[in-house]
């Protein structure tokens, strides 16, 4: 088998499950899992209507290129949610299946196993695990920028000259998994300039895109490109409808951005075998085409943070993220692991120790002394999660 597999570490729900051997939540409390970041709320019906009115072309075998409504369907949204933001269907937009399937692929058909060095890819700290499991498995370096207090925005000037020099790949995830930051134009334009000056790749991961408050849509890479006077040269974007439409079992998404980078990784994805069923690309068009479930599905999000966050204040010193479902909850005594296990012993409340989500680093592990909480249940669940919290810490 290949050697790589060797450099894989756990999945951080693995390490917890480890981590949490032995450990009981009270008998007389049912669990709340709020450690995993599965949408709970129901799939659209344009969506599953869709999706069932075409399953007779299970018969046919679908291209890796999807349908030209589909991507038609892709620029359309991209149009609405990024005002005015302009691509080719043809050319600059590529279906996947899923966004985390299509992160892991591009990192194998863009770097290069014959390069005369090894080539880096830079990564925020705490991430998303695939971008490491992508880097390791194409043969590169992967080098981490921490996301600190207060703003939780990877810190590249902590990465060294020398390290830029080989940087192929920058992943970027705004708005964040697990922190909820998102980037602003200067942020962006920061980024823009060491693209500039070290001429690496920016591939943005903007699945959480869609949920946002009070109207604060966060600004994505290929609309801040374009604002900030750029083309989309060495920029790919990547979104899906497991967030958006809480459809996580339909494996759809898309990649958007520089059409010499789309090119060959169309042709990558031929030989690959991930083309997109019928099926399935006839429920992305009716969602990518919905905007009213997008909406139901930002309020209900919008009322479990305006209920949970003020009771966790009570005890904690927690805040609003900017966007995304999730809470990074400061531990007030430092020990997030310690944290987990103590409030599922005693609440039932599943949560995760952010040091799973980070590696260690010189400047340390920037997810210890934060649990990350999905607010993914039904809200009063939320709620009722929260006030155990609360009723639990007396520290």
């Known amino acids: ?7 894989l570490q756990p999945y ?3 390490r917890l499950r ?28 344009v969506l599953t209507d869709a999706l069932v009115q075409s399953l007779n072309e299970l018969a046919k075998y679908p291209l890796a290129l999807g349908l030209s409504e589909l991507r038609q369907a892709c620029a359309d949204w991209l149009y609405r949610r990024y005002d005015g933001l302009t691509l080719n269907p043809e050319t600059q937009i590529l279906p996947v299946l899923g966004s985390r399937e299509a992160l892991f692929s591009f990192v194998q058909a863009a770097l290069d196993p014959l390069a005369d060095e090894k080539p880096v890819i830079v990564s925020p700290n705490p991430f998303y695990q695939i971008y490491e499991g992508a880097t390791l498995f194409a043969g590169g370096e992967i080098v981490f920028a921490n996301t600190n207090a207060p703003r939780f925005l990877p810190d590249w000037s902590s990465v060294s000259a020398d390290k830029w020099a080989r940087c192929k790949i920058v992943f970027v995830c705004s708005p964040d998994n697990p922190t909820g930051s998102v980037l602003t134009r200067e942020d962006w334009a920061e980024l823009f300039d060491l693209q500039d000056k070290y001429g690496f790749i920016i591939a943005s991961d903007e699945c959480y895109a869609e949920i946002y408050f009070d109207g604060h849509k966060p600004l994505g890479c290929l609309q801040a490109a374009a604002e900030c006077g750029r083309s989309f040269d060495n920029i790919i974007m990547f979104t899906s409808l497991s967030k958006r439409s809480n459809a996580p079992g339909l494996r759809s998404g898309f990649v958007a951005g520089d059409e010499k980078l789309i090119k060959p990784f169309l042709l990558y994805r031929t030989y690959h075998g991930s083309a997109m069923s019928y099926p399935v690309q006839r429920a992305s068009i009716a969602a990518w085409n919905d905007e009213a479930h997008v909406e139901e599905n930002r309020r209900q999000y919008q ?4 209920r949970v966050v003020p009771i966790l204040q009570q005890k904690f010193d ?16 430092g020990d997030d692991l310690t944290f987990t296990q103590e409030l599922f012993r005693a609440t039932g409340v599943q949560v995760l120790p952010g040091r799973f989500f980070a590696r260690d680093t010189e400047q340390g592990n920037p997810g210890k002394g934060f649990v990350r909480i999905a607010l993914v249940d039904e809200v009063e669940k939320c709620v009722e999660a929260a006030e155990r919290m609360v009723a639990w810490y007396q520290k």
């Open 318 to 333: 927690v805040r609003m993220p900017e966007a995304s479902f999730y809470l990074w909850l400061p531990v007030p005594d």
């Open 12 to 14: 951080p729900f693995a």
């Open 1 to 7: 088998m290949n050697s790589h597999f060797n450099q």
């Open 303 to 306: 009322q479990k943070f305006d």
């Open 18 to 45: 480890e981590a949490m051997q032995g450990i009981d939540a009270p008998a007389n409390l049912s669990t709340i899992p709020l450690h995993i970041g599965e949408p709970k709320h129901p799939t659209p019906k």
